[in-house]
């Protein structure tokens, strides 16, 4: 079957993603996956959105962070303060995605600006709940589009810390949670590697050469020794993902 | 006699819309508009443009398409935030421009995370100056908003960080219901609006629905008594194209469709003569 390259980060993402999960889930992509996961093999995994909708498991994909879908169908619903101090930083989440306009090869990530933050070339939206998810969240997926324009050597504007320029920065910061762990990406799929803190190509999509995703990466990219070959997407996961996202369309045209 | 003050009172409270921003309103104030994607005081927030209040101090964890309405109409000089896009669509290009260019007049920005903006709510309704936190580990805001300080914890000395509490001259927030004395209560996603109300000064609630006694769904409903706000408005509809739990959706495509208004002046600015020529109708 035939699947597009968003489809199958989508569910390279889903799969990652145990029942046992709590999941801060962000809007796009990983409300995506997140929701996919659950209605594929991960029936139990517990969705939250930083809106403060608990458990939540809605039937269309939310255009907002806080569309009335999540609360309707969520177990509870607590407030902003609530959901970042007691839920956040209290450490209940066991994983966070994030995304962005530049992540580095240690998975420090800009959602800020583009150029000098007081005089940007382009003010982009901000951290939201990033900085913290980044912090607290047992460990964090990244899901992005990959190019040299967004995966640089440095970036402008550190918004949510990876792991700063090298290991064991988290743990001197007194962080006691993994940071990012896995980047999926329309190529492949990159991994933290221990001994340096930076992210290596530990699986590639199928059908994608090593110098493509060179070419799409502004920082020179190592592979693992033994690098995989992902798995395609399953016809039941397409299938599930298209009625997802069909539904989504309907609902939000209005 | 006491019954008279009492209906006195209760008039003095529930107020019109251009009389409850009239009156609590002024040029270079403090205002905190919020509701977290659910419940956004739209309505109040044209009337603010009408009115044409001039040098806000705009105070929102996600600024949404209200501020760019705002900023865009040139009614604001500062905005304290957290988040400042288009949700699930883009942009917001009104307060891009005011960033990138200073148009329509350039805006400074007292720029946090969310977790901030939330414990500095919460740190206000408390009557702190400040709120203490975990966060910011490695970010760089922290080396450019001189407003973002760490501190070391008195018993463990582990690094924290503190923010200067929100303390609005102004709240304004849309709620389903009020009662006709003025108590108010809100459900659904309830965001930081009880902690933004207890933290101003003033608080100004539109609301669905006028009704005679308010029937808490729980006794742990989210209720705001009479005398925590300063005025109550009738205003059906005042969270549109936002929504009303209970009430009525979120206009999702109207989100997709300020996309174009947003991103081209003149687009926008027959949409700013627009709202000017007509009255919010009830």
């Not at chain 1, 298209?242 to 609902?251: D, G």
């Not at chain 2, 720029?111 to 400040?130: F, L, Q, T, V």
Request: glycine share 8%; charged share 20%.
């Amino acid at each position: 079957m035939q699947y597009n390259s968003t489809e199958l980060m989508t569910v390279v993402a889903s799969r990652i993603l145990k029942n046992s999960d709590v999941c801060f889930v962000g809007i796009g992509l990983p409300s995506a996956a997140c929701n996919l996961a659950r209605l594929t093999h991960a029936p139990d995994i517990t969705l939250i959105y930083e809106s403060g909708t608990i458990q939540t498991k809605p039937d269309v994909l939310p255009l907002s962070i806080g569309d009335g879908e999540l609360c309707e169908t969520a177990l509870t619903t607590v407030s902003v303060p609530e959901m970042f101090s007691y839920w956040l930083q209290g450490g209940r989440i066991t994983v966070g995605f994030l995304g962005g306009a530049q992540i580095d090869k240690f998975g420090n990530i800009n959602t800020t600006v583009v150029g000098d933050y007081h005089k940007p070339k382009v003010r982009l939206p901000g951290g939201g709940g990033a900085p913290e998810i980044a912090a607290f969240c047992h460990t964090i997926y990244v899901i992005m589009k990959q190019s040299p324009r967004a995966f640089v050597e440095k970036v402008d504007f550190i918004t949510s810390f990876g792991h700063g320029d090298g290991p064991g920065q988290r743990k001197a910061m007194g962080l006691n949670t993994s940071g990012p762990s896995k980047i999926i990406t329309d190529l492949c799929i990159m991994e933290t590697e221990e001994a340096t803190g930076e992210f290596i190509v530990t699986s590639i999509h199928p059908g994608v050469a090593r110098e493509t995703i060179q070419e799409n990466t502004g920082w020179k990219i190592r592979f693992a020794e033994e690098v995989a070959i992902t798995d395609v997407p399953e016809l039941e996961e397409l299938e599930a993902l298209r009625l997802l996202n069909e539904k989504t369309k309907m609902a939000h045209q209005g | 006699m006491k019954r008279c003050f009492l209906i006195i009172d209760m008039q003095a409270k529930i107020q019109t819309l251009q009389e409850a921003i009239a009156t609590h309103l002024f040029d270079g104030a403090t205002v905190a508009m919020e509701g977290f994607t659910h419940l956004i005081p739209f309505a109040a927030g044209h009337e603010i443009i009408r009115q044409g209040f001039k040098n806000l101090e705009l105070v929102r964890m996600t600024p949404d398409m209200i501020y760019d309405q705002l900023i865009g109409a040139g009614c604001v000089r500062k905005l304290r935030f957290s988040w400042g896009g288009n949700p699930g669509v883009g942009s917001l290009y009104r307060l891009r421009e005011a960033i990138e260019k200073g148009y329509p007049q350039p805006l400074e920005v007292d720029e946090h995370s969310h977790a901030a903006m939330a414990a500095a709510y919460a740190a206000g309704a408390s009557g702190m100056p400040c709120a203490i936190f975990k966060g910011y580990y490695g970010a760089d805001l922290e080396k450019v908003n001189p407003s973002i300080k760490t501190l070391a914890c008195p018993f463990t000395g582990e690094r924290l960080v503190a923010v200067p509490a929100i303390r609005p001259d102004v709240t304004i927030i849309h709620a389903q219901k009020a009662s006709k004395k003025g108590d108010v209560s809100l459900e659904g996603i309830v965001g930081v609006q009880k902690e933004a109300v207890l933290a101003a000064k003033a608080a100004i609630v539109t609301v669905e629905e006028i009704v005679d006694e308010l029937q808490p769904s729980s006794p742990n409903a989210v209720i705001l008594p009479s005398w925590t706000v300063s005025a109550v408005v009738h205003v059906p509809g005042g969270a549109k194209p936002s929504y009303a739990h209970g009430y009525y959706s979120r206009d999702n495509k109207a989100y997709m469709d300020w996309e174009a208004i947003s991103k081209d002046r003149e687009r926008f600015n027959e949409w700013l003569q627009e709202l000017k020529s007509t009255d919010y109708a009830v």
